[in-house]
């Protein structure tokens, strides 16, 4: 069973910078969506940025696109989110998670498709 541990997280500042942590065990290093979401108080959670090992591809949500980037270290089973420019609207509990073998090989950005979740970890940006 794939289990995921993040770090990072805390308090910024808008306009600086923040990085997230994913550590995994036991999920396949290749075709595998890696992928973060977060969820604002009151708010549905929603998807930020997902990468597929099976071959790089990397997709961002309109509202990061720029500004976020997501790395991996497969070899570790480990996934990153670098957040800079941050704003208040980032403001959220972030998550990571992964689905193994995607069905056609490519990606979803839906929440109900990633079956493996971390804790979750809050991140405040301040004006």
């Known amino acids: 069973q794939p289990q995921l541990a993040q770090t990072g997280g805390g308090s910024v500042q808008a306009g600086g910078s923040l990085t997230l942590s994913c550590i995994g065990s036991?999920?396949?290093?290749?075709?595998?969506?890696m992928g973060w979401f977060r969820q604002a108080p009151g708010k549905e959670r929603e998807w930020v940025a997902v990468y597929y090992t099976g071959g790089g591809a990397e997709y961002y949500a309109d509202s990061v696109k720029g500004r976020f980037t997501i790395s991996q270290d497969v070899a570790k089973m480990t996934f990153y989110l670098v957040m800079n420019s941050v704003n208040p609207e980032d403001s959220g509990m972030y998550f990571c998670a992964i689905r193994p073998k995607p069905s056609g090989d490519k990606c979803p950005l839906a929440e109900p498709e990633f079956r493996y979740w971390g804790q979750g970890t809050q991140v405040t940006v301040s004006s």
């Open positions: 036991a999920f396949p290093r290749t075709r595998t969506c």
